[in-house]
């Protein structure tokens, strides 16, 4: 059982440290070469197109294994759609940073200018095949954070704050 956990903390661990700060320009990694930023920016112009077009469905059927094992496919539509509505469409992205964060990943860091205002938008990215699939993005903007996949889904389900409380003794009789 833990050992089925683990790919699930590693990649979650990754998605906070990759994208989750707002802190890439203090990142130590050499910037990417020509083809490989080429991938990446090519791929966040596509992921842009589909979330205007709002082809949820066809975004999680591009990223990357780790990206669906981590997400549903029900609980992506969900987020998608609740990011579309809480954001508008997408206009226009502005590269501030691209990183290789490992043999084939890629961090795109930047600007997103949605229909209800500017966020801060990171997204990593695998490189399979000369292809660029999402590993994760994270979002800060006017809805406030937004991360996918979840950073610990095991923890988003709600629990009751504070608990029930717990039933009382029975009475002594005597």
């Known amino acids: 059982m833990a050992v089925r956990r683990l790919p699930r903390l590693i990649a979650s661990l990754a998605c906070i440290t990759l994208a989750g700060c707002g ?7 050499p910037p990417l070469d020509a083809i490989h930023r080429g991938l990446a920016l090519d791929a966040v112009n596509r992921l842009s197109e589909a ?19 981590l997400e549903t496919e029900t609980g992506w539509k969900a987020d998608c759609a609740r990011m579309r509505a809480g954001l ?23 600007t997103a200018l949605f229909a209800k205002g500017p966020c801060h938008l990171g997204i990593t990215w695998v490189l399979e095949d000369g292809h660029a699939r999402l590993f ?7 809805a406030g954070p937004m991360a996918f996949p979840p950073p610990w889904p095991h923890l988003e389900r709600r629990h009751a704050d504070p608990p029930p409380p717990a039933p009382a003794p029975p009475a002594e009789t005597a």
């Open 88 to 110: 508008g469409s997408l206009h226009s992205f502005s590269l501030r940073a691209a990183f290789s964060t490992g043999p084939a990943t890629v961090l795109v860091d930047g």
């Open 51 to 69: 979330l205007n077009r709002g082809a949820c469905s066809a975004i999680y059927y591009d990223a990357s294994k780790v990206f669906r094992e």
């Open 23 to 29: 802190r890439v320009a203090s990142l130590t990694q």
């Open 136 to 142: 994760s993005f994270y979002v800060q903007g006017p």
